[in-house]
């Protein structure tokens, strides 16, 4: 069995990853950590929880983590990873990260946009886990750098198409929308009930983090520079993501090759489903799973693409896909805990 911690288990993103590992047929929970809940049984901060595990939330010490742990999942903000994951790795364990601070491979892009790097040197090291794109490189990586949700939306349905050079890569518009546990557990006015609900508003326009994030992997795919247009906004709901993309397509490419692209990207994915033609995705579809539903219409009008995914921001966005990426490193079938049925409601 392997041995599991969740550091950062009572934010919501830690918190799915206990449930899912709570009942992951080959793990053992072994460490919870929590800094404002210390001393107090997980179930009691997550009533749902109550008979899957009785693991009390314990401080972060990496003392503890070498002594209980084979593969640590650092579900904390950003900076505090950067600042223990290097031991972690030198001590031999497998380290998923669902922060940002192993995300960019150009310690100048993540310094741009969140603080100075304190473990440069893994950077190169650390492997973006994007589990459909780098799966063979996941399979041998120590550090994985879990990606974030709004860019999984939008990478998952834009990369075969780039690879193929099927759509103009400089008229890249993406509109996403996501669920309000994407702004995390801790109190802030912009998530409270009252400013929420009824409402629905686009927020850090033309400055959101996961913005060179995405222009990133992007450009890594494609082998040169991609800039985008992306704009998030908060729905009053509690988790998903529906994610809008408007893009130019090149001359003479039709709709059976656009859909021939999807298919041969993803036909044999898990986790990827190609809706039909009237069937759009919907963030109800894919709640409370690993999935990511991608459908697309073409307009003719203007000869413009229009691709959309959906995808629960606390799963595949998330806590899902640490859990794909944990079963990839450590040789395990990439489905294992993560093959619950969607439901209907």
């Known amino acids: 069995m ?53 693991l009390m939330c314990e401080t972060l010490s990496t003392d503890v983590i070498y002594q209980k742990a084979d593969v640590v999942f650092t579900a904390l903000p950003h900076k505090i990873p950067m600042s223990i994951v290097p031991d972690l790795i030198a001590n031999d364990k497998k380290v ?26 893994l950077l190169d090291e650390a492997v973006y886990g994007l589990c459909e794109v780098y799966r063979e490189k996941i399979r041998s990586a120590k550090l994985v750098g879990n990606p974030g949700c709004y860019p999984t939306s ?31 557990r801790s109190l802030s006015l912009t998530a409270h009930y009252c400013n929420v609900n009824g ?24 082998g040169q520079s991609i800039q985008v247009t992306f704009t998030p906004h908060l729905v009053p709901m509690t988790r998903g993501m529906l994610t809008t993309i408007y893009t130019g397509l090149n001359a003479g490419v039709s709709q059976k090759r656009i859909q021939s692209s999807l298919i ?34 073409i307009d003719r009008r203007c000869n413009r693409l229009i691709l959309i995914s959906a995808i629960d921001n606390l799963g595949k966005g998330a806590a899902g896909q640490a859990v794909q990426n944990m079963n990839l490193m450590c040789g395990l079938k990439e489905t294992t805990g993560l093959d619950a049925v969607p439901r209907p409601l």
């Not at 990260?97 to 790097?117: G, I, N």
Request: proline letters at 5%; a neutral charge; one cysteine or more.
């Open 199 to 222: 409402s629905f508003k686009a927020y850090k326009v033309a400055a959101h983090r996961h913005n060179p994030e995405i222009e990133a992997i992007l450009s890594d795919v494609a």
């Open 264 to 297: 041969e990207a993803y036909a044999k994915e898990p986790f990827i489903r190609l809706d039909a033609d009237h069937q759009l995705p919907d963030t109800l579809h894919v709640k409370g799973t690993n999935i990511c539903d991608i459908g697309f219409k």
């Open 2 to 54: 392997i041995r599991a911690a969740v550091l950062g288990a009572t934010g919501y993103a830690g918190a799915e990853l206990v449930r899912l590992l709570a009942g992951h047929p080959q793990v053992t929970l072994t460490l919870l950590t929590s800094r404002q809940y210390t001393g107090t049984r997980f179930d009691r901060v997550y009533p749902s929880l109550r008979g899957f595990t009785d």
């Open 96 to 121: 998923v990260d669902l922060s940002a601070d192993f995300r960019f491979k150009d310690q100048a892009v993540y310094e741009a946009h969140y603080q100075t790097h304190q473990a440069g040197p």
């Open 154 to 184: 939008a990478l998952l349905p834009l990369i075969p198409l780039i690879k193929n050079k099927l759509i103009d890569a400089d008229s890249i518009i993406i509109d996403s929308k996501s669920g309000v546990s994407g702004a995390g």
